[in-house]
């Protein structure tokens, strides 16, 4: 290979939807990306990607990818469409727009999007200023975390807590409802180093994941229970002597009304709920408060069931009883994005909303569209990007028919045809990561992540703002925002001026790819070691006075109106799932087995489950059930199976192991309905969990037959 054609590299973020936001070398020839690998600089990247990633140049160029703008020919789901010009696809955009306005006003129309692509500028809230200014109804998007936000600003603020690089610090880790190795893995990395300096990890799941199996101790209580776990330790923290009193005393509130409500949460109490030996839940209590450093590490699956918000609230308070957070690799570590200088209300617009505009949640758009939600005016159209509800959503029968009406015009911006693009009217082709210039959120770490335009897209694609942009113009709208350029955008979407960007700059990231934001180093950050917590009082708020349910304003395009706004109990308790045994027996005997949905290890979540070598790596859509529950339904290992309740069904192969206990299945999320007999989202509800209108994916119960 000689000078000439030896590939350029250029610095890269992965744009996916994973807290650990890769900083990766893009090497790129001729406009060409040739290879993608991880940045060897970056101190958590550590020069390696995961499985998912390691081959991201095959997905720029894989030959069903959307070239040019698509207009539907055949019926809906059918993926009969014809090429068309940008110029047509905008115009005719645009026209339906405008008479759906005339005729319903603009709150028929709907945006919904999420983190198919995390960027400032191309990813979450990219569209948010457009549909703002547009007028259309407010997409609350609540997939995953929300509920986790809620119950973590309420009790500790917007601190960034523990640093997931501070780990290698820690003597004690307890991952909590997170499967690291498929989902967190460059943090996983981390964790082994202190594991063999020797640190203990401990893993709560509610299977024996990849990273459960990987633990010195794996800890398995029954799906949605783990707030009762939490409770009964804060009671043995406090009953055995193991409270950090002088800690308490000065850098909490509310102790004494937490004592009280956690006197009658004994491990005995739990163990009856959770399964968990009361006797592990002491040796647990004991040895989180005395081996400290002690770190938690809570999983956005914590909150995906109808107690999700009391739990993590529960178990945010454990690092305050014990004093955990003095030391460096101690305390809890949810999003650290909390300290990230992003300007959000630049990004969004939310003054261009207009009073009264209502709000719809992403995880019930099944009901929105087929009227089970009373919305007046109905929604009539959608534009979906950086998201797949088909595939995503819960009760995606519902989404299917209502994406089916004759009358909703859906538009999708799109790199394949998608579970859910497949039933639009027009599909327009986006950029993918080495296309176009961004710089990626993260929510899993301290840097900023800068994502360089060094490759061509290919046929007809352009990025995400790029089609914001052009359909603003055609709007006539005016403001400023809808006419920068991308980095134009960049200079505006962060608070360079921030301590938190002390020596950082665009100029800076583009030279260097990546920067740690000036919040102390993983080596001395001890954020909380004399309090200091950005709430009201300043202090670990063990109780909350008159507290109301919300949604963080990033996940509902920075939007104030309609907020939940129910009362929040003050104190952290358990509250129980509502799909159970307990609390609905008579669904129970219907069915009588709790699925548990994690992510899948080689997808992300629906992304590259369109690959064949991906879809061989993953393997097919398949059942975890323990042999218990195969034996007394006549499931022999390797059967077709069909999980089933009242909302919907799909198919599967039943893999009989004792990973999960009797009365719990599992199947992994991301699997595309067309390529399967219905994915695992068919059988879940969109009921919202206790806070945050978080989702509860973990509150179903199913029923699992064979279908040879």
Known sequence: MNELTKPKTFFGGCPHDCPDTCSMIFEVSGGVLQGVRGNPDHPMTRGGLCVKLKDYEVRHYHPD??????????????????????????????????????????????P???????????????????FNRLGATVCERTFCGEGSCTAWLL?????AGLDPESYIHSKYIVIWACNSVSTNLHHWAIVRDAQKAGAKVVVIDAYSSR??????????????????????LINSIIEDGLVDQDYVDNYTKGFEDLKERARTRTPEWAEAITGVPAADIRKLAYELATAQPAAIRMGVALERHFGGGQTIRAVTCIPALTGAWRHVGGGVTQFPVWEHPYKFDVICRPDLIPEGTRVVNNLQIGRALTGELPLDPPIMSMMCWNSNPVTQAPETDKIVQGLMRDDLFLVS????????????????????????????????????TYNTKCADSPGEAIPNNEIFRRLAARMGFEEEN???????????????????????????LRQHGFARLKVGTPDDRAPHREGNFPTASGKCELRIDGAKNFVAGPFRQMYEGFQPGEDLDPLPDYVGSRESHTNDPERAKRYPLNIVSPKSHGFLNSCYANMDHKIKGQGEQFVLINRVDADRRA?????????????????????ITGDV???????????????????????????????GHAPSFSDNLVEVTRAN
């Open 211 to 232: 990273t459960a199996k990987a633990a010195d101790w794996h800890i398995c209580p029954k799906p949605g229970t783990d707030a009762a776990l939490a409770m009964a």
């Open 65 to 110: 990818r959307v070239l040019y703008p698509l207009r539907r020919v055949g019926p809906k789901g059918s993926k009969q469409f014809e090429r068309i010009t940008w110029d047509e696809a905008l115009d005719e955009i645009v026209t339906r727009w405008k008479a759906i306005i005339a005729d319903h006003g603009p709150q028929a129309i709907i």
């Open 635 to 655: 499931i022999v290992d390797g059967d077709r199976v069909q999980v089933a309740n009242d909302r919907g069904a799909f198919k599967g192969v039943a893999r």
């Open 661 to 691: 206990n009797p009365g719990v299945v599992v199947a992994t999320l991301g699997y595309w309905r067309q390529l399967n007999d219905g994915t695992v989202n068919s059988v879940s509800s969109s009921a919202f969990a206790d806070m």
């Open 112 to 130: 919904y999007s999420y983190l198919g692509h995390q960027g400032l500028v191309h990813g979450l809230n990219g569209g948010d200023a457009f």
């Open 413 to 448: 911006a799109e790199h394949f045809i998608s579970d859910t693009a497949s039933y639009a009217d027009i599909v327009l082709p986006a950029s993918m990561g080495a296309e176009m210039e961004d710089m990626i959120l993260s929510w899993g770490h301290l840097y900023l």
């Open 482 to 508: 809808f006419k920068w350029t991308d980095s134009e955008c960049l200079e505006h979407y962060v608070d360079w001026s921030s301590p938190a960007c002390e020596g950082i700059d665009l100029a800076y």
């Open 155 to 159: 009790t500790v603020g917007p601190t």
